[in-house]
């Protein structure tokens, strides 16, 4: 399939203090869409621009995104206006199987779930605005979600062209994780954006970042034609050491999520969900090792795609050799859980949610009166809600700040470094 070239990658549940309270998505509780259909929503978008050749004002898109909107069948994308899309195709992420596909006007897109123009329900309606239709492969689950990838070509020689000798991409990009790939034989020059710069392994230069503030990001970056002495080696990451290699992945496609819910401190104790996905042809399970000082309890898991429930498993000790899941340096005192699943078909990717609650009395506490959260975190999205009853009053590592319809306070942190963050919250009782 066109895309095959690309892994298939990939929050709105919320945890009472002793048990799951599912929540529709914050986009979800805006309202409804034409005629009683309900809005539609979506998560986990990432775009991957491919500049064509040089002058052409041509560029290939690779959009993945998820339908979040329980129960819907279609998913809509909107064509940008300025424009021209070609070579279109849609595939479902879970199974790697095209998808049907038609594009259709405002009209119907409004009928079928979507707001009103960039501004919202309340904005003008654009009647010129074009949309790609997508039937989903299967309805979106409960708390769920449906996967999908379009693949298209935009002509578009205002955000794409040629200017003294080099290339330009200059556009405003909406979407919070991004990743632009320079032509063959092209070397980056300059980009007014923070990113990394990370070669393909055709030897291809891709400059990926993740924008985590609320305006769209204004890209500008420029590129020249390599000379032979400085151009890129095909392949030239797969050769360095494993820890270098893992330091050079790009994190604007990693979905890695996780949130906590945290209980009383007093208790020392927090439920959470994290998200994953599987792409590995034939993988059929996913092994969490619990962090040492840490113990673990309430485990349970789901197929996002599906809704299904899944099979899972504690083992401690010895019994990890024996269970020969990968785990390495164990220890009398090594715990993990396994969740099982059936195994990733070709070309396709199973996206999972797995819920547990630790116990942890060195990372989770209450101090003279103050609450205490210590913890590291290596995922790029986390997020931490507090108990009812705490206000916050520090947090060493910026964060988004909301309140969630219950009155707990939630705190998002996005980390764009291949790095984890240390993070300290303190918060007192109101």
Request: hydrophobic share 40%; with cysteine.
């Amino acid at each position: 399939m066109r895309g095959a070239n690309v892994k298939v990658l990939t929050l709105a549940l919320a945890f009472a203090p002793c048990c799951v309270v599912p929540m529709a998505p914050l986009e979800a509780q805006a309202g409804r869409g034409g005629g009683g259909v309900a809005r539609q929503t979506q998560a986990d978008d990432y775009t991957r621009y491919e500049l064509l050749a040089p002058g052409s004002g041509k560029f290939r898109i690779l959009y993945e995104v998820t339908a979040t909107t329980p129960g819907a069948t279609t998913f809509f994308n909107a064509i940008r206006q300025g424009s021209v899309a070609s070579d279109e195709s849609v595939w479902d992420r879970m199974t790697g199987l095209p998808l049907k596909f038609d594009e259709v006007g405002q009209a119907v897109a409004r009928a079928g779930g979507v707001g009103g123009g960039r501004g919202g329900a309340a904005a003008p309606i654009d009647t010129t605005q074009k949309y790609i239709r997508v039937f989903l492969a299967r309805p979106v689950p409960e708390e769920g979600e449906g996967r999908v990838l379009i693949d298209k070509t935009y002509y578009d020689p205002k955000s794409y062209f040629e200017e003294n000798g080099e290339i330009v991409f200059n556009r405003g990009l909406g979407i919070k994780r991004n990743a632009v790939v320079l032509p063959a034989g092209y070397e980056l020059v300059s980009s007014n954006y923070p990113a990394q710069v990370i070669q393909q392994p055709d030897g291809r230069v891709a400059i990926a970042f993740w924008n985590n503030a609320p305006p769209e990001a204004p890209v500008v970056l420029r590129a020249r034609k390599a000379t032979s002495a400085t151009g890129p080696a095909p392949a030239a990451n797969a050769a360095q050491p494993a820890d270098r290699r893992a330091r050079l992945d790009e994190r604007a496609r990693q979905n890695r999520e996780i949130v906590y819910f945290l209980q009383q401190p007093e208790t020392n104790a927090f439920d959470l969900y994290h998200d994953y996905t599987e792409s590995r042809e034939g993988v059929s399970y996913y092994v969490n090792e619990v962090r040492a000082g840490s113990t673990v309890s309430n485990p349970r898991a789901r197929v996002l795609d599906t809704g299904e429930e899944l099979k899972w498993e504690v083992i401690k000790g010895e019994a990890i050799t024996r269970a020969n899941v990968g785990v390495r340096n164990v220890t009398p005192q090594s715990e993990i859980v396994v969740f099982r699943f059936a195994p990733v078909p070709k070309g396709g990717s199973t996206r999972l949610r797995m819920y547990e609650t630790y116990t942890d009395t060195a990372r989770y506490k209450v101090l003279n009166g103050e609450l205490i959260w210590n913890r590291a975190f290596g995922r790029p999205t986390n997020a931490v809600v507090l108990p009812a009853g705490w206000t916050l009053t520090n947090s060493s590592i910026p964060a988004v700040v909301s309140a969630l319809p219950d009155g707990r306070t939630r705190l998002d942190f996005v980390n764009p470094r291949p790095d984890e963050v240390n993070v300290l919250v303190t918060a007192r009782r109101k």
